[in-house]
């Protein structure tokens, strides 16, 4: 492949996008339907003129290839997949540095206690509260309701 270094970007994407509609087997009226523009709008893309950045993203996505790419910035079309991340769901497939596991195992573990110790303070405190709101011991642990004006 060329170096791009010297070529202006608008001469590099419309490059691009044709090769891009060649390697898919298209027509321009095909590339333009896929990409959901107009026949004359993605005619001038291919002419030269390059699209707004929102634009020109929304076709690298569309056609799986990276935005430097299409501008020239970069030779490979498509990334460079990286190493699945760790997933704590247990996904075939995904690897999870040494250790990890057993952390999360521990977090999950203190949240729970956590949780509990919240359940009981709220219930003491509502207990220690109840007579002082007016509501019964056995309802100390419901929303509080306002009384009713009798």
């Known amino acids: ?4 270094k010297n070529i ?6 419309s490059e691009r996008l044709r090769t891009l509609r060649a390697q898919k087997d ?13 026949q004359p709008v993605y005619s001038r893309y291919e002419n030269g003129r390059v699209p707004d950045v929102n634009t020109v993203a929304a076709i690298a996505e569309r056609c799986g290839v990276t ?3 299409l501008l020239g910035r970069a030779d490979a079309q498509r990334p460079v ?7 704590a769901s247990g996904v ?3 690897r999870c540095p040494s250790g990890v596991d057993e952390r999360l195992d521990a977090m999950e573990q203190t ?7 919240l359940e009981t303070v709220t219930g003491l405190l509502g ?5 002082g709101l007016g509501i019964a011991h056995s309802d100390a642990n419901r929303k509080h309701q306002p009384r009713k004006a009798g």
Request: proline share 8%; with cysteine; net charge negative.
């Open 8 to 13: 202006p970007m608008r001469n590099i994407f």
């Open 26 to 38: 298209m027509t321009s009226l095909a590339m333009a339907d896929f990409l959901e523009f107009s």
């Open 1 to 4: 492949m060329q170096s791009t």
């Open 92 to 94: 075939e497939g995904c």
């Open 127 to 131: 207990n220690a509260l109840a007579p």
């Open 111 to 117: 949240l729970a206690k956590m949780a509990g110790q």
């Open 81 to 87: 997949a990286p190493a699945p991340l760790a997933s």
């Open 67 to 69: 935005v430097d790419w």
